[in-house]
């Protein structure tokens, strides 16, 4: 249910359209950016630049993006036929970051440089983290575009948070702090990883699309962890999955009926 307050608050603190404009060039200008590269066709984020780690997730994990893509665009289109007021400014600033970050990887990834790529998805966690608890504490009518919303902005900041943690250890192994084929490190940056999806997923109160992504790249990992024969990262990966999957569930139930 929508009150008097939660519409003012909507509407005192609402976007505007210059900036609605903006985020809908920074999405396309993501999607675009891998055909425009100096260096020729490039990856998206959280591809890894890099080595090849245990906690990769398998290839078509990545498929994701164009999923990601697609609703960041369609989100900022539906903004504009809804009127920039629609959102809060917060979540269009957020929006523009985290998309120009994203066609920034595309571009740094092609210079072979795990540090750098690690440096635009920090940029990117962090606008992808306050995007979605940005709208989280919103209210967004009518009902599909709050459930677009939240499901662009859910997917996109739930895939970033485990991308950053990837690219993070391929700059690791790079600067020759760590090796690629050492599980130990690496299981325990998966546990991390883990705890603050958790973490984030409870201060949003259960973004369902936030747990979707979160979760999607968990099976990624372990799928790599069934495929290389590392029982460590499987059973990690996939003890990871089902707690995300419960806790989303028990969030969900605890909702208002009105909620």
């Known amino acids: 249910m929508v ?7 909507v509407t005192t603190h609402g976007g505007e359209r210059w900036l609605a404009f903006t985020v809908l060039a920074a999405a ?3 999607v675009v950016a891998p055909v425009v590269t100096i260096n020729g066709p490039g990856s998206s984020p959280g591809a890894g630049s890099g080595p090849e780690l245990l906690i990769t997730p398998v290839g078509w994990a990545f ?4 999923v990601i893509y697609t609703l960041a665009i369609a989100q900022s289109v539906a903004v504009l036929v809804r009127g920039a007021h629609a959102v809060p400014r917060r979540l269009q600033v957020d ?6 970050g994203g066609a920034v990887w595309i571009v740094l990834a092609g210079l072979d440089s795990s540090l750098a790529t690690a440096g635009a998805l920090l940029v990117m966690f962090v606008a992808a983290i306050d995007a979605v ?3 989280a504490r919103s209210t967004f009518e009518p009902g599909w575009f709050s459930v677009l919303t939240r499901a662009s902005v859910g997917l996109y900041a739930g895939w970033v948070t485990a991308a950053f943690f990837l690219n993070v250890s391929t700059a690791m192994v790079d600067a020759g702090l760590v090796e690629a084929d050492e599980l130990p490190w690496q299981l325990a940056v998966l546990a991390v990883a883990a705890v603050v999806l958790l973490a984030v997923l409870v201060r949003t109160g259960g973004i369902v699309a936030y747990a979707a992504a979160g979760t999607w790249a968990m099976v990624g990992i372990a799928v790599t962890g069934n495929a290389d024969g590392t029982t460590g990262v499987l059973v990690a990966a996939l003890v990871a999955a089902a ?3 419960v806790v989303t569930a028990a969030l969900v ?3 208002p009926a009105d909620a």
Request: hydrophobic share 45%; no cysteine; charged share 15%.
């Open 3 to 9: 009150t008097t307050n939660d519409t003012r608050s």
């Open 28 to 30: 396309i200008l993501e």
């Open 63 to 66: 498929s994701i993006w164009g």
């Open 95 to 100: 929006l523009t970051v985290l998309y120009l």
């Open 133 to 135: 608890l940005t709208t």
């Open 243 to 245: 707690v995300i999957v």
């Open 253 to 255: 139930a605890r909702r």
